[in-house]
């Protein structure tokens, strides 16, 4: 799903303006990132854990982020919900 398919579906289901919800979204990743980018996990009950892995190469720090679904998502997948 791409950011503006994101801020569509939440601006139709929530009927707020597209440019709120872009700033609310965008806000959103901002904060996610910043937690990551500091080596923070974060946790958003019931969608999943966010847990970043700093490593260092060739003299510059990269972040990788791994992913855990929560359990309520993956019934959701698995069409048990």
């Known amino acids: 799903m791409t950011k503006k398919a ?6 139709k289901e929530l009927g ?4 709120d919800t872009k700033k609310y979204v965008e806000l959103f ?5 910043k937690y990551l980018k500091e080596g923070n996990r974060v946790e958003i009950r019931g969608l999943g854990v ?5 490593f260092k190469r060739n003299g ?12 309520v998502i993956m019934k959701a997948l698995n069409g048990d919900l």
């Open 29 to 33: 990743f901002c904060i996610l990132t």
């Open 16 to 19: 707020y303006t597209y440019g």
């Open 50 to 54: 966010f847990t970043p892995t700093i």
């Open 60 to 71: 510059k720090y990269f972040v990788r982020v791994n992913f855990k679904t929560s359990k």
């Open 6 to 11: 994101l801020i569509d579906q939440i601006r």
